[in-house]
């Protein structure tokens, strides 16, 4: 009886442990991403309005924010991503975000965007555009933006844009730009 | 005193300056290309016409595919008013022989040039697909940007290529000159 309980509640333990973890690596508040732990299954993919956009950017807490905007539709996005998933892994541990925003629309999480994260099998966590109109999204990235996927920005931990890529960039491109944002700290 | 008077005249000049530069229309210069088939098309052989839609496109752009379409029915609904439609292809992978096939499955009947090396859209700026350059006979450009601001059809609710040709057939000034949306871009050369 008492072996049985202990079993329980091993389990139940166990349970409450990996819950949390799967909670904030991906659908979490940005910043409490923990590496590599969840299953490929408990990906969430929240929707990312003006104001939680505006929050994502400007409240850092001390990080770096990678942001890379992509969608299922765009070729060179899906080439990048292997890359992506390198630059999320190489500063694992350090104070950087790698976040990516999905301009799919947004009733495409589970018919489009989820199968996608599978097949790519991205780590990191992962927001859909929810705004009313497209050019709100894109103005709010950056004014002179014209919407050409993919598109990856870095903001430093003040908030400021230190680097901004139209089109397809590498690992060591991504890599270097971050480092140097850190050596600007 | 002298000073101020000075800095008064600086500012006014720039002000003068920045009041003549946001009045001056973008201006493209005579271009000539081929299409699919090897014949030659220059802007200037589209100059009689009362605006001229330049339409970078692509064969493998699933957001200019989904407006296929769109363009053939903006193509029937202005070409009788004296409005040119002429696609532009400047995408690297993309051949003129794959142009042709795609022409005549879609049913366009517009022209549809080859841009190799990207030269015209790097003339323009034209980074994406579907993006568009509405140009008046002296090829200033009048509007550039979307067709509209949904891919899917159904969620349309602002036509801005449509609202920007019937303001320039009435003899108007266009509302809004530059819009913006998600597309492809354009694969360059490098």
């Given at each position: 009886m008492v072996f049985a309980a202990?079993?329980?509640?091993?389990?139940?333990?166990?349970?409450?442990?990996?819950?949390?973890?799967?909670?904030?690596?991906?659908?979490?508040?940005?910043?409490?991403?923990?590496?590599?732990?969840?299953?490929?299954?408990?990906?969430?993919?929240?929707?990312?309005?003006?104001?939680?956009?505006?929050?994502?950017?400007?409240?850092?807490?001390?990080?770096?924010?990678?942001?890379?905007?992509?969608?299922?539709?765009c070729a060179p996005c899906a080439e990048e991503f292997p890359d992506l998933t390198k630059l999320y892994r190489?500063?694992?541990?350090?104070?950087?975000?790698?976040?990516?925003?999905?301009?799919?629309?947004?009733?495409e999480v589970e018919s489009?965007?989820?199968?996608?994260?599978?097949?790519?099998?991205?780590?990191?966590?992962?927001?859909?555009?929810s705004f009313r109109r497209?050019?709100?999204?894109?103005?709010?990235i950056d004014r002179s933006w014209s919407?050409?996927?993919?598109?990856?920005?870095?903001?430093?931990?003040?908030?400021?844009?230190?680097?901004?890529l139209v089109g397809k960039g590498t690992f060591e491109q991504f890599k270097k730009e971050i480092e140097k944002t850190m050596g600007g700290l | 005193m002298l000073n101020s008077f000075s800095r008064m005249m600086v500012v006014s000049v720039l002000l003068v300056l920045l009041l003549l530069g946001a009045g001056a229309r973008k201006k493209v210069s005579d271009f000539t290309l081929d299409d699919y088939?090897?014949?030659?098309?220059?802007?200037?052989?589209y100059k009689s016409s009362k605006a001229i839609v330049l339409m970078f496109i692509a064969t493998q752009c699933p957001v200019s595919n989904a407006y296929n379409t769109r363009m053939v029915e903006l193509q029937k609904d202005y070409a009788s008013k004296g409005v040119a439609f002429i696609g532009i292809n400047s995408n690297?992978?993309?051949?003129?022989?794959?142009?042709?096939?795609?022409a005549k499955e879609h049913e366009f009947v517009f022209p549809i040039l080859k841009d190799w090396n990207n030269v015209i859209a790097d003339k323009l700026q034209a980074?994406?697909?579907?993006?568009?350059?509405?140009?008046?006979?002296?090829?200033?450009?009048?509007?550039?940007?979307?067709?509209?601001?949904?891919?899917?059809?159904?969620?349309?609710?602002?036509?801005?290529l449509r609202a920007a040709l019937d303001r320039i057939l009435s003899g108007k000034s266009v509302e809004v000159e530059e819009t913006k949306a998600f597309g492809c871009t354009i694969k360059r050369v490098q």
């Amino acid at each position: 009886m008492v072996f049985a309980a202990r079993v329980f509640f091993f389990f139940l333990f166990a349970a409450f442990l990996f819950g949390c973890r799967s909670g904030s690596e991906r659908g979490g508040k940005p910043g409490l991403a923990v590496q590599d732990s969840v299953s490929l299954s408990d990906i969430e993919v929240a929707k990312l309005d003006a104001q939680r956009l505006s929050r994502l950017m400007r409240e850092r807490n001390g990080k770096i924010l990678f942001l890379n905007i992509w969608a299922t539709w765009c070729a060179p996005c899906a080439e990048e991503f292997p890359d992506l998933t390198k630059l999320y892994r190489a500063f694992g541990g350090r104070p950087v975000d790698v976040v990516g925003i999905s301009a799919d629309f947004d009733d495409e999480v589970e018919s489009k965007i989820i199968p996608f994260l599978k097949k790519q099998g991205v780590p990191f966590r992962v927001y859909v555009a929810s705004f009313r109109r497209q050019q709100d999204f894109i103005n709010a990235i950056d004014r002179s933006w014209s919407g050409a996927l993919p598109a990856s920005l870095i903001i430093n931990p003040q908030g400021k844009r230190s680097f901004f890529l139209v089109g397809k960039g590498t690992f060591e491109q991504f890599k270097k730009e971050i480092e140097k944002t850190m050596g600007g700290l | 005193m002298l000073n101020s008077f000075s800095r008064m005249m600086v500012v006014s000049v720039l002000l003068v300056l920045l009041l003549l530069g946001a009045g001056a229309r973008k201006k493209v210069s005579d271009f000539t290309l081929d299409d699919y088939n090897g014949k030659k098309h220059s802007l200037a052989d589209y100059k009689s016409s009362k605006a001229i839609v330049l339409m970078f496109i692509a064969t493998q752009c699933p957001v200019s595919n989904a407006y296929n379409t769109r363009m053939v029915e903006l193509q029937k609904d202005y070409a009788s008013k004296g409005v040119a439609f002429i696609g532009i292809n400047s995408n690297k992978q993309e051949s003129a022989e794959e142009e042709k096939n795609h022409a005549k499955e879609h049913e366009f009947v517009f022209p549809i040039l080859k841009d190799w090396n990207n030269v015209i859209a790097d003339k323009l700026q034209a980074s994406v697909t579907p993006e568009i350059f509405v140009l008046n006979s002296g090829f200033e450009v009048l509007y550039h940007g979307r067709i509209d601001d949904s891919q899917r059809e159904n969620k349309v609710a602002s036509k801005d290529l449509r609202a920007a040709l019937d303001r320039i057939l009435s003899g108007k000034s266009v509302e809004v000159e530059e819009t913006k949306a998600f597309g492809c871009t354009i694969k360059r050369v490098q």
